[in-house]
């Protein structure tokens, strides 16, 4: 696929609803998109249906079926309301084995005014790996989705599925088996324990596979944002939190301590999932055992978002984006309005001061480091939709609180300190200190003088200044400007960069003419 | 006019440059807009290029104007760049005045590269006025501009343009007849002041006119920016905020207490004004002495925003906002895309429901309590731009970092909070008390009641329920939900705001259906 800076022209935009009718949860999301351009999740309903709750050999219990009956008339009653003419609605683990399968759908469809898709368990799983491959950087791995009714594990190879299992573990079914009770004890935890790895036992691939795993589903969401809590986690951001085995097992603990009604308490944890957490917790912990791996990182997307890339992507088959990090920055680029000119600019000049400064000894080529500075150039006015005023500041909360798929926290953090460090005094960065890497306090030194010096080359937007030569002799950093007409001003704005280049290098900034 | 909630359809974005090259700075602005729809300022370019510096009975220094020359060719090459073709340059006192005008124009013009139009000083004064009605909602009063080089006063009636005084009396001149040296003693400024006293007392209707004064200029931004900091005023929005004409004398014995060079160290001063704001803070004081006035309003919109108004209203004449605290709204409701049919019906059911408490004793109409409801309705759901996730947290930090003209700054803070209030815990609003009026906390309880139940009653986005009584029997707050099919899941979702009714008006809620 070929990534575009923009929709094509002409290319009007769309809206697809999602209904997600899930054993534990459903949901209505509405996506709003151009095709070979930007989306955004725009508009969500959630209800904590239940839909499997006291199932048994007769299939799903009527007062589920009238939850769910209800809530789908509601979402039906929202798509017609809206205009909504593309919704896919799918159903799961649930629905799928249950024995009252017509009265199921009877519901689920509002009696017909819905077209619900009951997905088999690899469907699940394939649009569980879609939303998953499509928002991280996995190519080689796992992912594992745990919902109400099931666990599906995929083996993710070369970006491809390679092959997937499905075992009714869900957080709802193993709390009303091992964990029906207001309390439960240490003990108590023990038989699901050897009941998941009974389940998984004879899944050899699984077996201390170890590698990267991805985790899906609202249980693992709701585990991170309660270990974010109880650590006092400088982002909000849940999507590409490592969350450790061993914080899993801290928080079960925690529960344990509370009766079910009372645990929500825990910062983090919501009334609605706050019995079936408790179980949903001790699955994951006991798989990434099995699994052999020691955390698992936290996948917002899912199910949901796979069926909408399959619209997205079309006609691509698969449907897959090529480059999760570069399409994301695009995303933003497109949503934030950012001028693509300037900001492409920018970029091509920061680049080529970064790669000279290389080139001259004062720091090695690091891949990672240059998609930074690339990112942060292209994003670095969105904060202009806010207010041109401090737009530094807005561009710095607004990548922060939209969140980079397929960047690590680390890498968000900085571009997003890189924005803020665009112009006017250099932030502080240290209320991100926690999330940031070693070294990235001087790395965002170096990185915001590439910037920086671009940012004012390009201050008459004209793009005369075309490329930059460094030299560095003695006690001084010597850059040689290219330039196209008069680039006095070029000149005398990129001069004033010398405090952030001697603080960042310890050297005195000279600007001169190339070959003048 | 009529305020339309989008654009015309196929009406095309369309940018204006507009170029102001004042008496002390130069700034190129340029503004994104709609015919009919939004507008913003997306670019700025702002060079200090102290025009009138030096300049003498021979006219302006050639200095001044190789530094005029230099900034307009930068800016000429900008627009050529931009591909922007709609350029408004103009050239106020210090050109108008000066004795070598061809020499002048050739440089402000960049030898003919820009057409750049010499403003009358009633020409000035009726963009400063445009700028500041279309962005407050002054009726009557006064409109005091202070440049660089010359002092603007507009007396305003019934939102028209009385008449005006102008006086050279602006700061960089000033600074040059009168506080040309590196320090300045209390004794240096009598006769600064007795120089505008005199200047101004020939103007009979600015003697002690009093009323409502909006001031309007680099300098007068200045100070408030330096006053807000040194009161540590919670917001960082200048347009609307309050400068006390003492507080402007505090900030005048500060700066006496160091020399010109050192004056930046102050918070708000900007390097390359440090030298000329004394003078200027003296000519306002004076200023507002003469006119009986005890505060100044701040406009951060001026001239520049006036040239862009008569081009964005056209073909308006006057060009004149009708209303501009409803602009302000709709234009972020355009900016930030919210779903105005959703919004406009939670508008219309909070207010029913604000109304019917009322009418039940609960509470007295307040016209400007509904505007602040209408208004938060409105934009209730802005901040899905940056992530559905806490997107009640974003529009929060969207809207107060947005501003919206015409609103004080009390209530800006109340819009934002209640946008914050819409959805899950009530904000607490302790940090932003030093801005709001009293009662605003009982207040915002108020109104958050109305605006969740709007959006719980309009959950499914189907628009079901058309209208709500209520009424207030003993201990209770009864509402009446009128529907269009079944409200089951409206009531369930609007009963969940019962413990913040309880907190409000200290009732049990109980809602039903309308005459069932």
Chains 1, 2 share one sequence.
């Not at 009653?77 to 593309?86: Q, R």
């Not at 017909?112 to 997905?119: A, K, N, P």
């Amino acid at each position: 696929m070929e990534l575009r800076l923009a929709a094509p022209e002409g290319s009007a935009e769309r809206r697809l609803a999602v209904i997600d009718m899930g054993s534990n949860t459903f949901r209505l999301v509405v996506f709003r998109y151009r095709t070979g351009g930007s989306f955004q999740l725009v508009d969500e309903i959630r209800d904590a249906v239940r839909l499997s709750a006291g199932a048994g050999p007769a299939g799903l219990h009527p007062d589920s079926l009238e939850r769910a009956a209800h809530t789908a008339r509601l979402y039906a009653a929202f798509v017609e309301a809206a205009g909504i003419d593309d919704v896919a609605a799918v159903t799961t683990s649930a629905a799928r084995d249950a024995a009252n399968r017509d009265d199921v759908m009877e519901a689920l469809t509002a009696g017909g005014r819905l077209d619900v898709r009951v997905l088999s368990a690899e469907e699940e799983a394939w649009y569980g790996f879609l939303g998953a491959v499509n928002s991280t950087t996995l190519g080689d791995g796992h992912v594992l989705d745990l919902g109400g009714g099931s666990i599906q594990v995929s083996q993710v190879v070369g970006r491809g599925l390679e092959r997937i299992v499905s075992r009714p573990l869900g957080a709802v079914r193993m709390t009303e088996r091992f964990l029906p009770g207001a309390r439960a004890t240490r003990g108590d935890l023990k038989p699901l324990r050897k009941h998941v790895v009974k389940e998984l036992a004879d899944v050899p691939w699984i077996q201390d596979a170890g590698g990267r795993l991805v985790g899906v589903g609202g249980t693992i969401r709701t585990l991170a944002a309660m270990h974010q809590r109880a650590t006092r986690y400088p982002l909000d951001e849940l999507h590409g939190y490592l969350l450790p085995r061993t914080g899993i097992e801290e928080l079960v603990d925690a529960m344990l301590e509370l009766p079910a009604t009372e645990r929500s308490r825990l910062p983090g944890l919501k009334q609605d999932r706050a019995d079936i957490t408790l179980a949903g917790a001790v699955v994951i912990a006991t798989a990434l055992e099995q699994l052999g791996v020691d955390h698992v990182e936290i996948c917002s997307q899912g199910l949901r978002e796979g069926l909408f890339y399959e619209r997205f992507l079309q006609p691509l088959d698969p449907p897959l984006i090529r480059g999760v990090r570069r399409q994301s920055v695009l995303n933003l680029v497109e949503v934030y309005r950012c001028d693509v000119p300037h900001a492409a600019h920018v970029c091509e000049l920061a680049l080529g001061i970064y790669d000279e400064l290389a080139r001259v000894g004062m720091h090695t080529i690091d891949r990672r480091e240059r998609e930074l500075l690339w990112a942060a150039g292209m994003l670095h006015d969105a904060g202009v939709t806010v207010d041109y005023n401090d737009h530094h500041k807005h561009g710095f909360y607004l990548i922060l609180n939209s969140g980079l798929p397929g960047f690590r926290h680390a890498e968000l953090a900085m571009i997003a300190l890189l924005v803020r460090a665009h112009r006017k005094a250099l932030p502080n960065p240290a209320p991100l200190e926690g999330v940031l890497d070693d070294d990235d306090v001087d790395r965002l030194q170096r990185l915001a003088c590439c910037l920086r010096i671009a940012e004012q080359l390009e201050r008459g937007r004209a793009r005369g200044v075309t490329g930059v030569e460094v030299d560095a002799p003695d006690g001084e950093l010597v850059l040689r400007v290219r330039a196209e007409g008069d680039p006095a001003v070029a000149l005398w704005s990129a001069a004033l960069e010398g405090p952030v280049v001697q603080r960042a290098f310890e050297r005195r900034l000279r600007i001169e003419v190339a070959g003048g």
